[in-house]
């Protein structure tokens, strides 16, 4: 987990240099083409018979959702300071907590709803509307947390029916396929250094993603989603080194807020299904 959050924040980091040279789009797609290509080995390794589906129509429109959240989070990245708009990317589980009761039923007692107004008073306090004035590229990140809770809500649904691999596997197939279209409105021919820098985004992406799995894999999600917050430290500290970004302290006390409302959802699930053991 602290592997991903470091794979995560140098990512993000990377999307802000390269965005002075080449648009947010392209950036996604040399980041969803490169990304594809270094987890193809995985793919191979699993066996190709695993991405056979039924639900080919909810995995495009997974990798349509995930596109759009993925332009929207890169152009905030472009304009935006890297420790608001990690700090903002936090709100993605309480969205999702919040669709998961209009779209899977699932059952809400007080503490839920607890977690989600504190939550929601946590992007508040970092969005302070009324007080600043709103900035498109913090808009753009919540916008984006908004898009990826309903990520999450798909891939809920189609880990009933498919294999882990397959919604990868997928997931990177459409994230290509539709975020190639995009890339070529804006199209900038990237300069040798560039592709190199896009190449680098793309691997640091495979290995966020993979690491990221792999601990949810290998232990309960509330033994390591604590460590999660680590990506707003790296986030703080490679704004402030290369772009010289400094966060005032409500942004990070709305980070907190945000978080400890996300992981009171978590430590409360866990508890309620150990009960129900």
Same mark, same amino acid.
């Given at each position: 987990?602290?592997?991903?959050?470091?794979?995560?924040?140098?990512?993000?980091?990377?999307?802000?240099?390269?965005?002075?040279?080449?648009?947010?789009?392209?950036?996604?797609?040399?980041?969803?083409?490169?990304?594809?290509?270094?987890?193809?080995?995985?793919?191979?390794?699993?066996?190709?018979?695993?991405?056979?589906?039924?639900?080919?129509?909810?995995?495009?429109?997974?990798?349509?959702?995930?596109?759009?959240?993925?332009?929207?989070?890169?152009?905030?990245? %472009? /304009?935006?300071?890297? =420790?608001?708009?990690?700090? @903002?990317?936090? &709100?993605? $589980?309480?969205?999702?907590?919040?669709?998961? #009761?209009?779209?899977?039923?699932?059952?809400?007692?007080?503490?839920?709803?607890?977690?989600?107004?504190?939550?929601?008073?946590?992007?508040?306090?970092?969005?302070?509307?009324?007080?600043?004035?709103?900035?498109?590229?913090?808009?753009?990140?919540?916008?984006?947390?908004?898009?990826?809770?309903?990520?999450?809500?798909?891939?809920?649904?189609?880990?009933?029916?498919?294999?882990?691999?397959?919604?990868?596997?997928?997931?990177?197939?459409?994230?290509?396929?539709?975020?190639?279209?995009?890339?070529?409105?804006?199209?900038?021919?990237?300069?040798?250094?560039?592709?190199?820098?896009?190449?680098?985004?793309?691997?640091?992406? %495979? /290995?966020?993603?993979? =690491?990221?799995?792999?601990? @949810?894999?290998? &232990?309960? $999600?509330?033994?390591?989603?604590?460590?999660? #917050?680590?990506?707003?430290?790296?986030?703080?500290?490679?704004?402030?080194?290369?772009?010289?970004?400094?966060?005032?302290?409500?942004?990070?006390?709305?980070?907190?807020?945000?978080?400890?409302?996300?992981?009171?959802?978590?430590?409360?699930?866990?508890?309620?299904?150990?009960?129900?053991?």
């Amino acid at each position: 987990m602290c592997l991903s959050t470091v794979a995560f924040a140098i990512m993000h980091a990377s999307v802000r240099y390269v965005s002075a040279d080449l648009p947010p789009f392209q950036i996604a797609f040399f980041r969803n083409l490169f990304g594809l290509a270094f987890l193809v080995p995985f793919l191979v390794g699993a066996g190709f018979t695993q991405m056979r589906t039924r639900r080919l129509r909810l995995h495009a429109f997974r990798g349509l959702i995930n596109v759009c959240a993925m332009l929207m989070f890169f152009t905030s990245l %472009s /304009i935006t300071p890297l =420790a608001t708009v990690t700090a @903002l990317s936090f &709100t993605a $589980p309480i969205f999702a907590t919040v669709l998961s #009761f209009f779209f899977l039923g699932e059952r809400f007692r007080l503490y839920r709803w607890m977690a989600i107004v504190v939550g929601f008073l946590g992007m508040l306090i970092i969005l302070r509307p009324g007080y600043i004035a709103l900035e498109p590229g913090a808009l753009l990140a919540a916008g984006a947390a908004v898009l990826w809770a309903i990520a999450m809500i798909v891939i809920k649904i189609l880990s009933r029916t498919e294999s882990s691999v397959a919604i990868v596997a997928w997931m990177g197939i459409f994230l290509c396929a539709f975020s190639i279209g995009p890339a070529l409105w804006v199209w900038q021919t990237p300069s040798l250094g560039n592709l190199l820098w896009l190449s680098f985004i793309g691997l640091c992406g %495979s /290995i966020a993603q993979v =690491a990221l799995s792999q601990s @949810l894999k290998e &232990t309960d $999600p509330t033994a390591v989603l604590p460590f999660d #917050f680590l990506k707003l430290i790296w986030a703080t500290l490679l704004g402030a080194w290369f772009f010289g970004e400094l966060p005032d302290v409500l942004t990070f006390v709305g980070a907190v807020v945000i978080f400890a409302a996300g992981l009171l959802i978590a430590f409360r699930e866990r508890r309620q299904r150990q009960m129900a053991q």
